[in-house]
Every structure is written in C-alpha cells, then in structure tokens.
C-alpha cells in the first residue's frame, strides 16, 4: 500500500486538515530526498550524467535547494502534529534506525570525479540525513503493511527524532550546497 505511512500519520491525527498537510509536506520531502541521494548514487556508480561538470554542478545545486525547501516546508506542520498528537508519554522510542555502513560513503573522490566543486563533509551529512528521513517514513510503511500497532508515544518520538535531525545542520548544509 503506497500510503500506508500517511494512513498511520492520519490514524493519529487530532486535525484531519493538520495530517493532510503533513502528509503532503512529506511526500515533497520523501521525493526531494530521493532525488538528491539518486543524483550522488549515479555519480559513485560513474554515470556523469549531466555530460559537463558545470550541469552536474548545476544539478547538485538544484537537488539541495529543492530538498531545503521541502524540508522548510516540513517544520510547522511537523510542529502542529506534534503538538496535537500529545503522546502520553514522551519515552515511545523511534521506529527507524540511524545510517547502515551502505550509506557511508566518501563523497570527495565521487565529486572530483563528477567535476562538482562542493564539500564532501557536508555532502555526506546531508546525504546521511536524507537516507535517514527516506528509511524513517519506509519504517513506518512496513508497520502499516504488517499492521504492527504504532502508539502515539512511539509515533510522537519517531517523529520528532526526525524533526530534530532535518532542522539542525541539514537545513543549514542544504543552503550551503545550493548556493
């Protein structure tokens, strides 16, 4: 099921307007991520596509801009359902995990190769956190298609370990990317 992670995000809800915008903050921000991760994916595996060094510059600039303002998008509704969802405790524990060893890669060497003047530190962290918010909304697209029962604690902790790993220095390395 496709929106199995929006059905539990929308079981949860106190405001039905407030998970609808959610949801659709987070599917802009499922693809945003997607998207930059892919571009870098390609490039390790040697596909220079664009052809020039200056369009794969280009490229990595629009990925990160694109996924900075998804992510900026993402704040107040994530807030909202976090303050709505009053979990009754705060101790729930996330549903997903942190980076496996697949995601850690060295991005210099795939950046000289590419030609994109960028800096590897902060490509991996933002490369690191996208993965991380991907896998977060795959974790609970697997509890829904296995019907695991979420509570809110848990959802309400997932959530905001999530919150707090976009809007520390992810946002800010977006920024520093696409300019």
């Known amino acids: 099921m496709r929106d199995g992670w929006a059905n539990v995000i929308e079981l949860?809800?106190?405001?039905?307007?407030?998970a609808t915008r959610l949801t659709a903050q987070l599917r802009a921000c499922e693809a945003?991520?997607?998207?930059?991760?892919?571009?870098?994916?390609r490039w390790g595996k040697g596909d220079a596509v664009p052809a020039t060094a200056g369009a794969r510059e280009a490229a990595l600039?629009?990925?990160?801009?694109?996924?900075?303002?998804?992510?900026?998008?993402?704040?107040?509704p994530l807030d909202?359902?976090?303050?709505?969802?009053e979990a009754d405790e705060a101790e729930g524990r996330s549903w997903y995990g942190g980076p496996g060893a697949g995601e850690l890669v060295e991005w210099r060497p795939v950046l000289d190769r590419a030609g994109v003047h960028a800096c590897p530190d902060r490509v991996a962290s933002v490369y690191l956190e996208l993965a991380i918010l991907v896998r977060a909304?795959?974790?609970?697209?697997?509890?829904?298609?296995?019907?695991?029962?979420?509570?809110?604690?848990?959802?309400?902790?997932?959530?905001?370990?999530?919150?707090?790993?976009?809007?520390g220095s992810t946002v800010d390395d977006l920024r520093a990317l696409a300019a």
């Open 32 to 41: 945003a991520a997607l998207a930059f991760c892919r571009l870098l994916e």
């Open 61 to 76: 600039r629009h990925a990160a801009d694109r996924a900075e303002t998804a992510i900026a998008g993402l704040e107040r």
């Open 12 to 18: 949860h809800a106190r405001d039905p307007v407030t």
């Open 80 to 85: 909202r359902y976090l303050i709505q969802l």
């Open 137 to 167: 909304l795959q974790g609970l697209e697997d509890a829904s298609r296995v019907e695991a029962e979420l509570d809110a604690s848990t959802l309400w902790a997932g959530l905001f370990d999530l919150r707090d790993t976009l809007f």
